[in-house]
């Protein structure tokens, strides 16, 4: 019993450690890339998701294009060829998309 109770505890001291270091790299600027695509929208904050995912799709149809609603999971991993756009409950853009 003793073991299981030291487990748990150490699990949730882990969590916790865990937790702000996940927030602040969700929260990095986006990585400067060479070529002329843009690696940022920020005229496109305030208005609809989803006009924001079609003026980026009209730039470069090559682009996976995503609508992040505020509690998705998303995945860490850094592809080029993707841009996610973050909104908020009404479907607004929260910041600048990025490719990412």
Same mark, same amino acid.
């Given at each position: 019993?003793?073991?299981?109770?030291?487990?748990? %505890?150490?699990?949730?001291?882990?969590?916790?450690?865990?937790?702000?270091?996940?927030?602040?790299?969700?929260? %990095?600027?986006?990585?400067? /890339?060479? #070529?002329?695509?843009?690696?940022?929208?920020?005229?496109?904050?305030?208005?609809?998701?989803?006009?924001?995912?079609?003026?980026?799709?009209?730039?470069?149809?090559? %682009?996976?294009?995503?609508?992040?609603?505020? #509690?998705? /999971?998303?995945?860490?991993?850094?592809?080029?060829?993707?841009?996610?756009?973050?909104?908020?409950?009404? #479907?607004?853009? %929260?910041?600048?998309?990025?490719? #990412?």
């Amino acid at each position: 019993m003793s073991n299981n109770r030291s487990f748990f %505890l150490l699990l949730v001291v882990i969590a916790t450690l865990l937790v702000p270091t996940i927030a602040f790299v969700n929260d %990095l600027p986006p990585v400067s /890339m060479a #070529g002329d695509q843009p690696k940022s929208w920020p005229d496109l904050v305030g208005i609809p998701g989803t006009e924001a995912r079609e003026k980026i799709l009209a730039e470069d149809p090559t %682009l996976q294009v995503g609508i992040v609603r505020p #509690g998705m /999971m998303v995945t860490m991993d850094y592809r080029m060829d993707r841009v996610r756009i973050y909104v908020d409950k009404d #479907g607004i853009v %929260l910041r600048p998309p990025t490719l #990412g």
